[in-house]
């Protein structure tokens, strides 16, 4: 079981845009895990995770709001219906499709790429 205290204090030790940067990383984990079928236990751990970062991020700011509770919402669904959802196939991948949408929607947010770009 992962250390959700060590978890949220490093994760609260990070600027904002690395903190969303970090929620990216784990919506992008989410997709690859759901998509690989004998490791569908690590699901719920990757969604708890993202939901607490999400938690945290909201507790700091307000200013992507809306969007992250849109997040909130679809990540509490696959999070309450994950039992269900495991053995379909089709709900797999829209998850994975969802889950990647949201991990560039969210990293275009936090601008670390456009920053890194423009100091390169």
């Given at each position: 079981m992962p250390n959700w205290s060590a978890i949220k204090a490093s994760f609260l030790a990070l600027d904002q845009p690395?903190?969303?940067?970090?929620?990216?990383?784990s919506l992008a984990h989410l997709k690859s895990w759901v998509q690989s079928s004998d490791c569908h236990q690590v699901v719920p751990v990757v969604l708890d995770e993202s939901l607490l970062y999400l938690s945290l991020i909201q507790q700091n700011t307000q200013i992507y709001d809306g969007e992250l509770n849109q997040l909130q919402l679809i990540l509490q669904d696959w999070q309450r219906n994950w039992d269900n959802i495991k053995s379909q196939s089709s709900q797999t991948a829209n998850i994975a499709d969802v889950a990647s949408g949201w991990s560039q929607r969210v990293l275009d947010l936090s601008g670390l790429l456009s920053s890194q770009s423009m100091s390169a």
């Open positions: 690395h903190q969303l940067g970090e929620l990216a990383s």
